[in-house]
Structure formats: structure tokens, C-alpha cells
């Protein structure tokens, strides 16, 4: 399970670390292009139950930590889905991996 932390102190947001890796990306490129979007996500069964929603902003101190050493494979589809949400008005909401199904 990774972290984001955001704004240099308060709680960290657990992701599990093969969402977090796509969803470094996307906001990676986003705030590399000065862009300010929000990030929502349901809370995890150890937290309390709901949701949270956090404004992304390029000059707000930015952490990704992951529990796993190695990076893994990415999935374009995903990435491009993730992106499309955090150019809509609802921000990026983490949504589950779309994969990728052999034509048929």
C-alpha cells in the first residue's frame, strides 16, 4: 500500500501501489503543465467510511511513497482514462484498471 502526502504535513492518503503508479503519471503531467485539478477517492475499510476530495495545485508540496521496490508495468489504457477524468470539471476520481481485452 503507498501514501501520497500533500501540503507537507497531515494524514496521508493510502493507495495501493500499482493505482498510485498511474496515478503519478497523470498528475505528474498535469501539474508539470501548471494545471490545478482535484483527486477523489473512496476511503480504504481500515479508515472511516466516505470519501475525500483534495485540489491539486503545482506549488503544494507533493510525496509519493510505495511499499513495493520496483515500478510496475503500466497500463496506457488506464492512464489515458485517469487523464480524461482530471480534465473534466469532477477532477480524477480513482477509478479501477481498465484492462486491456485481446481482439476476438
Not at 500533500?6 to 495501493?16: A, L, M, N, Q, S
Not at 492512464?79 to 470539471?89: D, F, G, P, V
Amino acid at each position: 500500500m503507498g501514501t501520497i502526502q500533500y501540503g507537507g504535513v497531515g494524514d496521508e492518503i493510502h493507495i495501493e501501489d500499482r493505482a498510485l503508479a498511474h496515478l503519478k503519471v497523470v498528475i505528474a503531467t498535469k501539474l508539470r503543465r501548471n494545471e490545478s485539478f482535484t483527486l477523489s477517492w473512496k476511503h480504504h475499510d481500515e479508515d472511516t467510511l466516505g470519501r475525500s476530495t483534495i485540489w491539486l495545485h503545482p506549488s503544494i508540496p507533493l510525496r509519493f511513497t510505495f511499499e513495493e521496490p520496483e515500478a510496475p508495468q503500466l497500463n496506457v489504457k488506464w492512464i489515458e482514462q485517469l487523464m480524461q477524468s482530471a480534465s473534466s470539471t469532477d477532477g480524477i476520481s480513482l477509478v479501477d484498471e481498465v484492462l486491456e481485452t485481446p481482439a476476438g
